[in-house]
Nanobody
Framework: QVQFVESGGGLVQPGGSLRLSCAASGSIFSIHVMGWYRQAPGKQRERVAAITNGDSTMYADSVKGRFTISRDNAKNTVYLQMNSLKPEDTAIYYC???????????WGQGTQVTVSS
């Protein structure tokens, strides 16, 4: 029911940083776990980070130590701070309710992140 609009992507050099935003159309207070996902060309979508309402976080090994997820329930927004970006981080990034991210899930347009010299 809640829709998400991702923004903040772009072209960045290796080692650079980007901050992605995920604006929800409604309240995210009731969403226990929000996540950021990415899909690179020819690959399946993967979850790279997640955050609970208690601010507990989870990260994929590939981004641990470089990415930081946060949420602001008052602003109905989730963020992903990406540092030390690598070419393999190139993908379309999406946000979603983790419990609704399986088969039949609704996905927004995402935001393109390209890491290249």
């Amino acid at each position: 029911q809640v829709q998400f609009v991702e923004s903040g992507g772009g072209l960045v050099q290796p080692g650079g940083s980007l901050r992605l935003s995920c604006a929800a159309s409604g309240s995210i207070f009731s969403i226990h776990v929000m996540g950021w996902y990415r899909q690179a060309p020819g690959k399946q979508r993967e979850r790279v980070a997640a955050i609970t309402n208690g601010d507990s976080t989870m990260y994929a090994d590939s981004v641990k130590g470089r990415f930081t997820i946060s949420r602001d329930n008052a602003k109905n927004t989730v963020y992903l701070q990406m540092n030390s970006l690598k070419p393999e981080d190139t993908a379309i990034y999406y946000c979603n309710d983790v419990t609704r991210s399986g088969i039949g899930a609704y996905w927004g347009q995402g935001t393109q992140v390209t890491v290249s010299s």
